[in-house]
């Protein structure tokens, strides 16, 4: 199935089409449309299904959207929802990886509790009252320093105790199959095999 | 699985248990709790999963809400959200089934267009960042008069063209086959398959 993807993020879409490989997904520049959608929810649930109901509404395409982001409960949840904007202020551009990363970092030095997670929330909507949302998750235990090249975002800091690596240190099949958007994205493929 | 129903519906959890009979259903009720969610969300979506998330974190246990109605283009999407208080005022005992039937058939009175649909969104929750919602619908045309005694709410006003029948006049195995709520829980049962 043609799926348009409600995100201009180029690691996500190609996560989503290992994840998914049965699907052919299309961002709105390939379309030749200027999706900027504002994230106003105050949960991963309200901007997944948000961004992928307000691109359907424009287009009337399949669309498939990702919310996503890391939650640190000794940061009270934080960065959460704003993990892609995590220490950058209104207005201004969203700081790099590598400096999101030293910022967590930094931001827990001297916690003792360094657990963590991630979520993934993943709405595919048909119309405008046939949606599926599913969203996962995995747990881990934020490192001192990152480790690995693989995956993106915070996958260097994100240690996986049963693997003794960062997911960033594991091969991506393996980080498809466990991760939290992988866990999302085999589950949503197994809703769309009787479409 | 054991799953908490956020619901007191007993035509609800009779369908639900015909459509997922490899799952037990239980009610607040069966375990000593009054759930007594107000309902505030703006769609079926908000307030499945708004019941699913606050009765999982009053329990623990895994959670399914449903919420379902009936949407009338005739009539601006009404009954929608509130087909279950369809005709009572804040604060007064709900209609009894026949008597909201018998409104939603003398509002459309005139109307030139009786095409209606079914939405169920049903949510699972498991913990608080993992949950699965499956919004389905199915699309009929209003009758003049009701017609069946199988199903409850809306189902005698529901006519299936494909089958010449209101849903209330199909078996329930096959209702339960190609209702909005049958089409939700048996995705909602695939994806419960591997847990």
Redo the contacts between chains.
């Keep these: 199935m043609e799926i348009l993807l409600a995100t201009g993020n180029a690691h996500k879409k190609l996560e989503l089409s290992e994840i998914m490989p049965q699907h052919t997904f299309l961002t709105p520049k390939d379309l030749g449309i200027n999706f900027d959608h504002e994230e106003t929810g105050l949960t991963f ?1 309200d901007n997944a ?1 948000g961004k992928a109901l307000a691109l359907q509404k424009i287009t009337g395409k399949p669309v498939l959207a990702d919310d996503s982001g890391i ?1 640190v409960p000794a940061l009270g949840g934080a960065p959460g929802i704003y993990s892609a904007r995590y220490g950058s202020n209104p207005g201004e551009p969203d700081l790099e990886s590598p400096q999101r990363n030293a910022l967590l970092l930094k931001n827990m030095e001297g916690k003792e509790d360094r657990s963590a ?1 991630f ?1 993934c929330a993943m709405t595919l909507v048909f ?1 405008e ?9 995995i747990e881990g235990v934020l490192t001192t320093e990152p480790a690995g090249v693989g995956g993106f975002g915070y996958d260097p800091l994100f240690f996986l105790p049963d693997y003794g690596k960062t997911i960033a240190e594991i091969p991506a099949e393996e980080k498809n199959r466990i991760s939290h958007r992988g866990r999302a994205g085999s ?1 949503m493929a ?2 769309l095999k ?1 479409l």
Excluded: A, M, P, S
């Design positions: 649930l299904q939650c997670f979520v119309g009252f046939r949606h599926y949302t599913i969203q996962e998750t589950k197994e809703l009787d």
